[in-house]
Structures are given as C-alpha cells and as structure tokens.
C-alpha cells in the first residue's frame, strides 16, 4: 500500500519559517516527479512546486518563488518544502503528491496524494 505522509506543519509567525517532509512508503519514487499543493478554505487546490525525478529540474508557483524551496532525497524516498518568509495568505492545508506525466507537473495530475498538513501563519 502507498502511503505519502507529510509533516512539519504547524503555527507560525508571518515573517517565519517551517520545513515540510513528505515521506513515501509502498514504493520508491525515485523516477517520478514530486510535488506541493495546497489549499486554502473555500478555494481549489493550489499548484506550489514541483521536482523532476533527479532533483535537478525545479518549478515554482509565482506566489512562492523566490521564498519556498523543493528538495528531494531519494535515498529516504522523501521529499521537502521549505517555507521561508512566510505570510498569512500562506495558510492552508499542505499536501504532498507523487507520480505525475512530466508534462502535467503543474497540475493536480498525481497519482499519488498524501493526507495534508496545516499550515497556519497569524498576522
């Protein structure tokens, strides 16, 4: 059974920082793209960032580029999402999702979702 389990969420301060992991179990997705979305109450599922298999490909949503992170560690079949100056519109609920077609990347075309995370930054 696949399982992706994030954790790391949590409250935090508008300004703050917070490291979401993702950890796979079930099956190695060390050949497949991972992925962050999230979403927020009343609102559909956000496109946040994506990672090619390699971790050598990074893609971002402009409303986070230049303050989240995507890494990947394929030895602990995991991957990470670290938030930096973080705001109250980044509240949500986070989750992680795994095996898309390449060229879907941006999309919730996952095989894979795991439960979500929230993410709370109070103003």
């Known amino acids: 059974q696949v399982q992706l389990v994030e954790s790391g969420g949590g409250l935090v301060q508008t300004g703050g920082s917070l490291r979401l992991s993702c950890a796979a179990s079930g099956r190695t997705f060390s050949s497949k793209p991972m992925g962050w979305f999230r979403q927020a109450p009343g609102k559909e599922r956000e496109f946040l960032a994506a990672?090619?298999?390699?971790?050598?490909?990074?893609y971002y949503a402009d409303p986070v580029k230049g303050r989240f992170t995507i890494s990947r560690d394929n030895a602990k079949n995991t991957v990470y999402l670290q938030m930096n100056s973080l705001k109250p519109e980044d509240t949500a609920v986070y989750y992680c999702?795994?095996?898309?077609?390449?060229?879907?990347?941006?999309?919730?075309?996952?095989?894979?979702w795991g439960q979500g995370t929230q993410v709370t930054v109070s103003s």
């Open positions: 990672i090619n298999w390699s971790g050598g490909n990074t």
């Open positions: 999702a795994a095996d898309s077609n390449p060229l879907l990347i941006r999309s919730p075309a996952y095989r894979y």
